[in-house]
């Protein structure tokens, strides 16, 4: 499923928090890494064109050597740890350079920090990450950078967190978490947020037609929802556990989906994996914005996969060996 990993930098020990991450999937799955820094052309003004005494490409070719320097540099660390390492400088835009060379392959996967530093502009969502993230087709694999968070020890996830909201478009993460699984080992955590008691009146309130008018209390309807949400883990858990997912458990969790699901990141070292849109079982969860909230609050990894409803995911097949 993965070909090999996209690693883009910019040359901050931020940037480089991503680089566990992206070694201990590298290793894990046997894919090479392809460590990027952009290179954004310099766009010279009329008169700077006209007078051959300023050499304003000189800037540019700069900061290329300046590049390849660095990451050569990065990759010669990581060939020590036995990793296929190769580099490239490509000169574009750093969000447009990360998308067009994900798309030379589609499996391709995207590893990158949400936040760092380039020249004097950031990182941010909002910015490269945030434009990567609604630009690519290919899974991204994003973290959180932190203040004095170290960049150089392995990361090696323990398990992977799921979450599903009873839609096929959810659904369609699970043959990245079958492919994980089957290189990883990890145990997995489905996980289905229904609503609080809190969300329920506040619903009632606004006069939603999306919660039925028989049942008169949040009581009543939590326990129609959570019978159905325990159902629905269990037929989620019998598909993977029938691709061979030996070590898959459900959870059941009553509130807020961004905060649930980084509450429940946030012990241990979970690989949260979820899909980039979707909807909730009464319809108030879209997974597009709930992931973007995720990232951004998690202090751990998050690997997010664009979701194509119109596109059939095969979830049949003898498990693999590795």
Not at 48 to 64: D, G, M, V
Not at 73 to 87: E, H, I, M, Q, Y
Not at 160 to 183: K, M, N, Q, T
Not at 271 to 281: A, F, I, K
Request: avoid cysteine.
């Amino acid at each position: 499923m993965y070909t090999r990993i996209l690693t883009p930098l910019d040359g901050s020990e931020a940037s480089e928090h991503v680089l566990p991450y992206a070694r201990a999937l590298a290793s894990s799955l046997s894919i090479p890494l392809t460590l990027l820094m952009a290179i954004e052309p310099d766009h010279p003004t009329i008169s700077q064109l006209l007078n051959p005494t300023l050499h304003w490409h000189e800037t540019e070719s700069h900061r290329s050597e300046h590049a390849e320097g660095y990451l050569t540099s990065v990759a010669s660390r990581l060939r020590g740890a036995g990793l296929t390492v190769d580099t490239i400088t490509p000169r574009s835009e750093p969000a447009t350079a990360i998308v067009e060379e994900a798309a030379k392959d589609p499996g391709t996967l995207i590893a990158m920090a949400s936040h760092g530093r380039s020249g004097l502009a950031r990182w941010w969502m909002g910015s490269v990450a945030d434009k990567v993230l609604h630009m690519a087709d290919n899974p991204l694999l994003l973290i959180r950078s932190r203040a004095h968070a170290p960049s150089s020890q392995e990361s090696t996830p323990d398990r992977l967190i799921v979450p599903v909201d009873g839609s096929e478009l959810a659904e369609e993460i699970l043959p990245h978490v079958v492919h994980l699984y089957r290189a990883m080992s990890l145990p997995v955590e489905l996980v289905r947020v229904t609503m609080s008691e809190a969300e329920y009146y506040q619903a009632m309130s606004m006069g939603l037609r999306v919660l039925p008018p028989t049942l008169p209390s949040f009581q009543s309807f939590s326990e129609t929802m959570d019978g159905e949400a325990w159902q629905y883990l269990a037929d989620v858990r019998e598909k993977l556990t029938r691709l061979g997912v030996a070590t898959v458990n459900g959870r059941l969790v009553q509130g807020s989906p961004a905060d649930s699901i980084v509450d429940l990141a946030s012990s241990g070292h979970s690989l949260v994996v979820m899909t980039t849109h979707g909807r909730s079982g009464v319809g108030r969860m879209v997974l597009g914005s709930v992931a973007e909230r995720v990232v951004r609050q998690s202090g751990g990894p998050v690997l997010l996969v664009r979701a194509h409803q119109s596109e059939e995911v095969p979830l049949t097949g003898a498990p693999a060996t590795t």
